[in-house]
């Protein structure tokens, strides 16, 4: 007998297929099992979407067999299903892209009988029950915390967001709940997800460490660092519920774990957990809507699942959502070990230096200079944050002026000293550093404005007199993209500095977040006024946030907290930004904001996408989204009477690589109109996308809930 079913495969982005396929199966197949299929003249992994009662009118010859099952698998759960066809959905992308990408890659490559050798190797457990006395004794906030978050579960299940200060011990907090939940049910899954794994190795030393008595591999971790054998195997463990606690990035919101009972989002508000290609998810958002998935799920019932997002500057989205108690909100407003006679919860004093009454030119004002040579003579460790790499963004001739553009893109390659080139941060166009200009062969070419790689060089010859106490020089260590790129590198830059082998690091945002340094007393931020004035209205979320975090990084050590110090360099010391950020104040500068986005309509009080186009050259990138906003308009779109859609414009970086690249905006105070406008549009934008005129579009994109303007 033949059954009938709809499989959903990996489809071309843009194909004319979105939505699953019909194959016929001499077995009756459950959906959500994984089944391998031809496709073309290829086989490819596929997931059963839906069983049809016959073959839905189609001739039943030209139906193809399916090729095989994964059989040694569990089915995908129906919750996973939803999920995946929600994110399809709402992010406006082919329901078969978004399922199989968010499988492990190496699952399409195995075949049946590999995989079967994969599953038979089984873990041992070495499970012993989990002694208790090493656990140390929670803060009152933290107990409070948890207190509130357990309150909540016998009533609405609200997702949580803990808003906690930087070393107030969220971790300690998210440990606790996921170790209660564990214990409560033999069964039960956490996922933990982290904006850069690769940034917290000590992380995940301290999840392993704290569940190392549930036996081996009970933890495990998930991101695109690992190799794609780890990432199955960890795929899998997930999969058939031996794994207990995930650990990953955003990709891991899609994980597969059949008994999850809480997620947890750490540092909720940071960019990263948006993904930027493909459909563009937000893991954060994603998680809250698994969260209620999962409790509601009736074909595979496993109580509830809470989700408990955590931040010291949360986004405006989730702060906006406790103001109106759509969710719980948790404080722990002070330090680990904050004394009373210290800063108000035992955060760093913040200093802004005006750069108004310094010497002109100078980089590092001298005030800043000498607390940095007195902490280096205690044995104190300074940081130095400045997000922008290289030796200097430009590099100039002050006859003809020329200037280091790329060729390629709307924008300047940076000079890079340590191998003398000069390279484009969009494109990656690198060339050695020219020995005169180009356009007038002076050989005076300088460079101009200033990076880490100059900043770390600068600051060598400032503190040149400087002696630790041991008498011995003072040493200067930078961490950024460049100074990383070698696997492992970063891991052991990070534990030099840990050691106190250190005294003045010298970074980008990479060392301004999340680390638990322990001997930093000092923080300086040295240019960040672009920020204040940028086009994009997040723009000063984000900074504020950098700044708390990097603020955060200085004083861990409650011994030391009391005389710890945030520095701020600004032309602009009484911008309300910097005056919350001087009292630690977050719910005011967060109310500053929300008042202006409420008149603006903007995030959270209204909602929008873009739709980037990408051509040979301008006019066909902005011809090809004006056309489609065209034939919206004459069409009446569901929801178009509250859809707003402005003009295209160029993108910030106009061309990268040669490619012109614009974005239309489309806002609506509604994100149901706003839905229902993005789903009737879309055929609308593949069919202008064939028109003569626009056969030269490269490609076009929705960017659902864009997190930068
Ligand atoms: N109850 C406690 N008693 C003693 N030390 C604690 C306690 N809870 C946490 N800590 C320690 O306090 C430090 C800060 O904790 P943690 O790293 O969790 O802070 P955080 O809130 O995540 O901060 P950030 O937002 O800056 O990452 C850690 O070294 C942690 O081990
Ligand atoms: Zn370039």
């Known amino acids: 007998m033949s059954h009938w079913?709809?499989?959903?495969?990996?489809?071309?982005?843009?194909?004319?297929?979105?939505?699953?396929?019909?194959?016929?199966?001499?077995?009756?197949?459950?959906?959500?099992?994984?089944?391998?299929?031809?496709?073309?003249?290829?086989?490819?992994?596929?997931?059963?979407?839906?069983?049809?009662p016959d073959s839905g009118g189609m001739p039943e010859a030209s139906i193809r067999d399916i090729a095989g099952v994964l059989d040694g698998l569990a089915p995908l759960s129906s919750t996973w299903r939803r999920l995946v066809a929600f994110t399809a959905g709402y992010y406006q992308r082919s329901l078969g892209e978004v399922a199989l990408a968010a499988l492990p890659p190496q699952l399409r490559d195995l075949t049946t009988l590999q995989l079967t050798r994969r599953l038979k190797r089984t873990v041992v457990d070495t499970s012993h029950p989990q002694d208790t006395?090493?656990?140390?004794?929670?803060?009152?906030?933290?107990?409070?915390?948890?207190?509130?978050?357990?309150?909540?579960?016998?009533?609405?299940?609200?997702?949580?967001?803990?808003?906690?200060?930087?070393?107030?011990?969220?971790t300690e907090v998210y440990l606790r709940a996921a170790a209660k939940v564990l214990e409560q049910d033999p069964e039960a899954q956490v996922l933990v997800m982290v904006p850069e794994i690769n940034l917290t190795p000590q992380l995940q030393a301290r999840f392993e460490a704290r569940f190392a008595h549930l036996g081996r591999e009970r933890v495990v971790p998930m991101h695109s660092g690992l190799t794609p054998a780890q990432r199955l195997k960890g795929w899998l463990a997930a999969?058939?519920?031996?794994?207990?606690?995930?650990?990953?990035?955003?990709?891991?919101?899609?994980?597969?774990?059949?008994?999850?009972?809480?997620l947890v989002v750490d540092e909720e508000h940071d960019p990263s957990y948006k993904q930027q290609e493909g459909a563009r998810?937000?893991?954060?958002?994603?998680?809250?809507?698994?969260?209620?998935?999962?409790?509601?799920?009736?074909?595979?019932?496993?109580?509830?699942?809470?989700?408990?997002?955590?931040?010291?500057?949360?986004?405006?989205?989730?702060?906006?959502a406790t103001?109106?108690?759509?969710?719980?909100?948790?404080?722990?407003?002070?330090?680990?070990?904050?004394?009373?006679?210290?800063?108000?919860?035992?955060?760093?004093?913040?200093?802004?230096?005006?750069m108004n009454h310094q010497p002109k030119h100078c980089v590092i004002a001298p005030p800043l200079l000498a607390a940095i040579g007195e902490r280096v003579a205690r044995g104190e460790q300074s940081m130095i944050f400045l997000n922008r790499r290289g030796y200097a963004p430009v590099l100039a001739c002050h006859d003809c002026?020329?200037?280091?553009?790329?060729?390629?893109?709307?924008?300047?390659?940076?000079?890079?000293?340590?191998?003398?080139?000069?390279?484009?941060?969009?494109?990656?166009?690198?060339?050695?550093?020219?020995?005169?200009?180009?356009?007038?062969?002076?050989?005076?070419?300088?460079?101009?404005?200033?990076?880490?790689?100059?900043?770390?060089?600068?600051?060598?010859?400032?503190?040149?007199?400087?002696?630790?106490p041991d008498g011995g020089p003072v040493r200067i260590a930078r961490i950024d993209a460049d100074s990383t790129r070698l696997k492992g590198s970063l891991e052991s830059q990070l534990a030099s500095v840990h050691a106190g082998e250190v005294d003045v690091l010298v970074g980008t945002q990479m060392i301004a977040k999340g680390h638990d340094f322990r001997h930093i007393t000092l923080v300086a931020a040295i240019n960040t006024d672009s920020a204040l004035f940028s086009s994009d209205f997040r723009a000063p979320e984000r900074l504020f946030s950098l700044l708390m975090q990097a603020a955060g990084r200085?004083?861990?050590?409650?011994?030391?907290?009391?005389?710890?110090?945030?520095?701020?360099?600004?032309?602009?010391?009484?911008?309300?930004?910097?005056?919350?950020?001087?009292?630690?104040?977050?719910?005011?500068?967060?109310?500053?904001?929300?008042?202006?986005?409420?008149a603006a309509g903007l995030s959270p009080f209204g909602f929008s996408a873009l739709i980037r186009a990408d051509a040979k050259t301008q006019e066909v990138a902005q011809g090809f989204l004006n056309a489609a906003a065209e034939a919206a308009q004459t069409q009446q779109l569901p929801g178009h009477a509250h859809v707003m859609a402005y003009p295209a414009v160029p993108m910030t970086i106009q061309r990268v690589a040669n490619i012109e690249r614009a974005q239309m905006l489309v806002e609506s105070p509604s994100r149901k109109a706003l839905q229902g406008f993005l789903a009737a549009w879309q055929p609308l934008l593949f069919e202008t996308r064939r028109q003569a005129e626009f056969k030269s579009l490269v490609r076009w994109a929705i960017d659902v809930d864009p997190i930068a303007i």
């Open 323 to 354: 103001i109106v108690g759509r969710y719980q909100r948790l404080n722990m407003n002070e330090r680990i070990g904050a004394s009373p006679a210290g800063q108000p919860g035992g955060l760093p004093t913040v200093r802004r230096v005006d």
């Open 5 to 52: 079913l709809q499989i959903v495969v990996a489809t071309p982005a843009h194909s004319a297929i979105a939505g699953p396929l019909t194959y016929r199966s001499a077995l009756l197949l459950r959906p959500g099992t994984l089944v391998r299929v031809p496709f073309g003249r290829r086989e490819v992994l596929g997931v059963v979407w839906q069983v049809l």
């Open 133 to 170: 006395t090493d656990l140390i004794a929670l803060s009152a906030q933290q107990a409070c915390a948890i207190a509130e978050f357990d309150a909540e579960t016998s009533e609405k299940q609200r997702p949580a967001l803990l808003f906690g200060a930087t070393g107030s011990g969220k």
């Open 281 to 320: 998810y937000s893991a954060r958002d994603l998680a809250v809507y698994r969260a209620r998935l999962e409790t509601r799920d009736r074909e595979h019932p496993h109580g509830a699942c809470r989700v408990l997002l955590g931040s010291a500057t949360p986004s405006l989205e989730s702060w906006q």
């Open 239 to 262: 999969h058939s519920g031996q794994a207990r606690l995930v650990l990953g990035t955003r990709m891991a919101v899609f994980a597969s774990m059949p008994n999850l009972r809480l």
């Open 401 to 468: 002026d020329w200037k280091s553009d790329c060729p390629h893109c709307s924008a300047y390659r940076v000079f890079h000293k340590i191998d003398r080139t000069l390279r484009c941060h969009h494109c990656g166009f690198t060339e050695r550093v020219p020995r005169a200009c180009p356009s007038c062969g002076n050989i005076d070419i300088a460079p101009v404005g200033r990076g880490t790689e100059r900043l770390e060089e600068h600051l060598a010859e400032l503190l040149a007199n400087v002696t630790r």
């Open 554 to 598: 200085a004083g861990r050590d409650a011994q030391r907290s009391a005389a710890s110090e945030m520095w701020v360099q600004t032309f602009h010391p009484d911008h309300p930004l910097f005056e919350a950020l001087k009292r630690h104040d977050y719910p005011d500068f967060a109310e500053q904001q929300l008042a202006e986005r409420q």
